[in-house]
C-alpha cells in the first residue's frame, strides 16, 4: 500500500453570488492542491452552503437550507467533473440532501473518473436539528481506495468513538473530517475528539474546516479552525500526535504525507497497542453504597 499526499483545505466562506462563481473558487482549490502534489482533496462540512448567498432565501436558516438543497444536485455533478478534470480524489465536504421528506448531510468521495459513494452524518448537532431538521443518515462506512480504506466521519460524528472505531474496525486507517464550527468551543471539541480517536484506534484522523466572517449568511457566519492530521501518541510519532497543523481561520491548504506502514509499524510493535487492547463493551455499572464499619 504506498503513501497518500492529502490536501486539506482551510476553506474561507465568502458567499460567490453566483453558481459559476463558486465553481471557479472549487476549481482554484484543486488547482493548488494538486500543484501541491495532492492526491486527495478535502473541503469542510457545508463549504456549499456559501452559495445561498446569490438566492432570495439568503439571511435566514430555513431560507438557505431550501436554497442550498434545492440545487445540491447540480453541485454534485459539478464537483465529480471537477475531479475529472484534475484527475484527483476529492471529498468537497458535505451537501444537504433532500431524500423524500428528509434532508440528509451528506459527503460524497469522488474518485479521479467521476465516480462517487456518499457517507451521511449520524448524529445532528443542536442547530442542525433544531433549526434545520436535519435527520440521521446511513450508518458509518468505509470506502475502497487507491491506499486502501479509508472512513469520514463529519464534524460532529467524531465526538463519538463507537462510530470510528466501527470505520477502523472495517479496515480505515484514516479517517477524514470536514467540520464546519462556528466557535472555538466547537472548534475544540472537534480537534481533541479527532486526537482521541487518532489515539485509541493508531490510525490518522484528519480535519478540514470551514474559516472566516460571513454576517451575510445566517447558517455560516461564523467560522473558526485550522486543518490539522493527527495520529497516534507513540514511536515513530510526534510525542503529542500532531501530524500536521494549518494557521488558526487563515484560508489556505494544508498538507501531509501519510503513510498506513507506520501505522501498521506502531501497531505491532509500539510502546502501547490501543487499537489491540480495546476493550470489549462492559457490563452495566453496578451501584454501590458505602457501608460503616
Known sequence: MSGLRLGLSQYGITGPARLDAFRAKIDAVLSDAVAGGADLVVLPEYAS??????FPGAGTPAGELASVSAVAPALLAGFRDAARRHKVWFLPGTLPWRTGD?????????DPGGRQAVQD???MTRFEDESWGVRSGAPPRVFETDWGRIGIAICYDV????????QVEAGAWLILTPSCTDSLHGFNRVRLSA???????QCYVAVSPTVGLAPHLASVD?????AAVFGPVDRGFAADGVVTRGVMDAPGLVFASLDPGALEAVRRDGAVRNFRDWPPPPPPCAVTFLEEA
Do not use: Q
Request: glycine share 6%; proline share 5%; aromatic share 6%.
Open 102 to 110: 428528509r434532508v440528509l448531510n451528506r459527503a460524497p468521495l469522488i
Open 49 to 54: 452552503m456559501e452559495v445561498a448567498a446569490g
Open 195 to 201: 486526537r482521541a480517536r487518532a489515539l485509541e484506534n
Open 222 to 226: 461564523e467560522n473558526h479552525g485550522y
Open 159 to 166: 465526538e463519538f468513538a463507537p462510530l470510528v472505531r466501527a
Open 121 to 123: 452524518k449520524s448524529v
